[in-house]
């Protein structure tokens, strides 16, 4: 079956919106502990995040380095964790949707900065009214550039991050 170049054009356009992915970034103060959440619309959506302790107080020259960051899914189980670290990025996948938990611990007597970041990627396969088989395999390719995109944007803010905090 051949489609014409608008009605091309509008299935391109149409897999770019269906698959857009969700961003959220924040820039808090912590004291002690701070947790967020990210709700996971599907299982096996690519999670990535990044944060960076960006130091406010003028106590910074503490002993104490960095804050703990720990992972959780829906249902409480643990899937990352990281310990006294100033900066960090990392991904993973959700096995299961429904909300994520970022737990942050500062243990230091002095308020922190921290900027966080994640984002959720999510590869759409759409049922398309034109059968020809040649699309399927396009329409991952482009789904797959989005994501690349997205990972240049999420690694351009965490080096502006890196960058500030220096």
Request: hydrophobic share 40%.
């Amino acid at each position: 079956m051949k489609i014409g170049f608008l009605e091309f054009v509008a299935l391109i356009l149409l897999a770019l919106l269906c698959s857009l992915s969700a961003v959220f970034g924040i820039r808090f103060n912590i004291d002690r502990e701070e947790c967020l959440s990210h709700d996971v619309k599907y299982e096996g959506d690519t999670i990535r995040a990044s944060f960076v302790v960006i130091r406010a107080d003028p106590g910074w020259l503490s002993s104490h380095e960095g804050v703990d960051l720990v992972v959780k899914g829906p249902s409480g189980d643990k899937i990352q964790d990281y310990y006294d670290k100033i900066s960090e990025k990392f991904k993973f996948m959700a096995n299961q949707k429904g909300v994520h938990h970022f737990c942050f611990t500062n243990k230091s007597p002095y308020q922190e900065v921290v900027d966080f970041d994640v984002h959720e990627s999510h590869f759409s396969y759409f049922d398309q009214h034109a059968k020809d088989e040649h699309f399927d395999p396009l329409l991952e390719q482009i789904s797959k550039l989005e994501d690349a995109l997205s990972d240049i944007k999420f690694e351009q803010h965490w080096l502006e991050s890196q960058t500030e905090r220096q």
